[in-house]
């Protein structure tokens, strides 16, 4: 499947049904008088955020959206049928943003969570509901309200606990193949993984979840490398990993170069505690190691915890650090539990 995160797309919800001009006409009934009926509403453009959806790819092909209109109203005060509402299902993370995406007009971070986004129109009178003691047989009816319509623009934030950065070739994919179910692809060239990639942890009886990004480069902000876009997706993330390759010219300034691009993106993410890991401890010797730690705490690094995604050393107590920065349950947790309380009462009988 294919990885889109953003895409632009086109709504309009349904117009309201006319009412209608109608006269009753009846044998053996005098005095018919106007029974015109209401027309109905339009369909409203609901949005939905669903589970089992990862990419808004599904929005290249489907960029158009439009609600059905009301029916017309009919005589003998039949009322117009409404409209059924258009439903549009989006990934947990989703982000309504104006066409100018300068607002953001709905975010969706909770399964099952509606939206009505635009409003039917409302269903024009029809001529019965005129009349009165001094126009007996009006003729005048509304046609219905038209309905709304505008532009907008999806972004989808994939929702983590954890996000993990560096510079390209930090062995980012190794280490998120070696701690979660991803199976991200690993190449020795810079740029391997080209969109984000997610992963279950499983360490010491906690699950969560963890994003992995294309790598940054010195000026990504003013698009350099692949650019900034995908930092979107970790800024939901309680805690980064921070990979720095051992083996680089200068891990304490590849450190300060990401940290200058997460500084010039802004939202926060340059305030996100971060839990620095110095990776490809294979590569090198315990001196070499030590040395290298000292340089980045003198950078500014709380903490640095020696590591190889590659053979596994150290990885547990970078993960034990990693776990005092979440809650207690976190949300792929509860979810896992959610599942598991379902599956104790199951609605069948055996035989």
Not at 140 to 168: C, N, T
Request: glycine share 14%; with cysteine; proline share 5%.
């Amino acid at each position: 499947m294919h990885f889109l995160d953003q895409a632009k797309i086109y709504l309009k919800s349904g117009a309201g049904g006319p009412g209608a001009v109608s006269f009753r006409r009846e044998k053996y009934i005098e005095y018919g008088g106007p029974d015109g009926g209401n027309g109905g509403k339009g369909g409203d453009i609901v949005f939905e955020a669903v589970q089992g959806l990862n990419t808004l790819i599904d929005f290249r092909y489907a960029q158009h959206f439009k609600a059905k209109r009301g029916e017309h109203g009919q005589g003998k005060d039949r009322t117009g049928a409404g409209a059924p509402d258009l439903v549009v299902q989006v990934p947990v993370g989703t982000q309504i943003l104006s066409e100018d995406k300068e607002e953001v007009l709905a975010d969706f971070t909770e399964v099952g969570q509606r939206v009505v986004f635009l409003e039917g129109g409302m269903g024009g009178r029809g001529n019965a509901s005129y009349k009165s003691s001094t126009n007996r047989a009006p003729r005048q009816h509304q046609p219905g309200e038209p309905g709304e319509e505008m532009w907008v623009w999806l972004r989808l934030k994939l929702l983590a606990d954890v996000g993990l950065l560096g510079l390209p070739n930090a062995g980012k994919s190794t280490f998120i193949n070696q701690v979660s179910n991803a199976k991200a692809k690993v190449g020795h060239y810079a740029f391997t993984t080209l969109i984000p990639k997610l992963g279950v942890v499983t360490h010491k009886g906690r699950e969560f979840v963890i994003a992995d990004i294309p790598g940054l480069i010195e000026g990504a902000a003013d698009g350099a490398g692949i650019g900034d876009r995908f930092l979107g997706h970790i800024e939901r993330c309680r805690v980064l990993i921070h990979l720095i390759d051992i083996s680089g010219d200068d891990p304490a300034e590849a450190y300060k170069t990401v940290n200058a691009e997460l500084e010039a993106y802004g939202s926060g993410l340059a305030d996100k505690p971060q839990v620095v890991a110095l990776n490809k401890l294979d590569l090198a010797d315990e001196e070499l190691g030590n040395a290298f730690a000292e340089e980045l705490l003198a950078a500014g690094a709380d903490k640095v915890f020696p590591i190889s995604g590659a053979t596994g050393a150290g990885i547990p107590d970078l993960l034990d650090g990693v776990l005092a920065y979440l809650p207690d349950r976190t949300s792929t947790e509860t979810h896992a539990e959610e599942v598991e309380d379902e599956g104790d009462s199951p609605d069948w009988s055996p035989i």
